[in-house]
């Protein structure tokens, strides 16, 4: 197998993970207008395809803001919130560069010469980081005296969202 076959095969399998990812993160259960999440509510294909249209803007648009957006967009057409698919985009884009961080390491702990040393430091600095924000933000759910301000429910809802995508 050639390195062109290889390319496309890892190019297919990325491609499937993101979609997948999208297919749970955006589905989770917490749109409120729907008897099932919407995950349960479209098929997989739907998310593949919405994924692929998204990878396309993201390559022709200035930024990945647009391939984003139209996922948003897509998912929201089937009738679910606009915010609730929001959070799911945002907690795919949070995964999927956990993920990439897990994977940076894991890749090092097979092979040390692959990244310099100062380059592995850091990035087990933003993981451990990064892990510590996820807990923190997970566990915020719990705080009842959040309900007492309206304007931070945007913060209880992401909460309640990671905390339903990572750890239930």
């Known amino acids: ?28 259960p917490l749109a409120t207008n729907h008897a099932q999440p919407a995950f349960l509510a479209n098929p997989f294909l739907f998310y593949w395809c919405s994924y692929f249209k998204a990878m396309f803007f993201n390559q022709g648009l200035p930024t990945s803001i647009g391939g984003d957006a139209l ?13 609730d ?41 933003l993981v451990i980081i990064g892990t510590v924000a996820v ?16 304007r931070l429910a945007i913060i209880k809802a992401i909460s309640a969202r990671l905390h339903q995508a990572f750890f239930v």
């Open 1 to 28: 197998m050639g390195d062109a076959e290889t390319g496309q095969i890892r190019c297919a399998g990325s491609s499937d993970s993101g979609a997948i990812r999208q297919h749970h993160n955006i589905g989770l």
């Open 71 to 83: 996922r948003v967009l897509d998912v929201a057409n089937q009738g679910f919130r606009k915010r």
């Open 85 to 125: 698919v929001l959070y799911g985009v945002i907690l795919d884009r949070v995964s999927g560069l956990a993920a990439l961080m897990l994977l940076n390491l894991l890749a090092y702990i097979f092979n040390p010469e692959l990244l310099p040393l100062q380059v592995y430091h850091v990035t087990l600095v």
């Open 135 to 150: 807990m923190f933000i997970a566990s915020l759910k719990y705080l009842r005296w959040l309900d007492n301000y309206p």
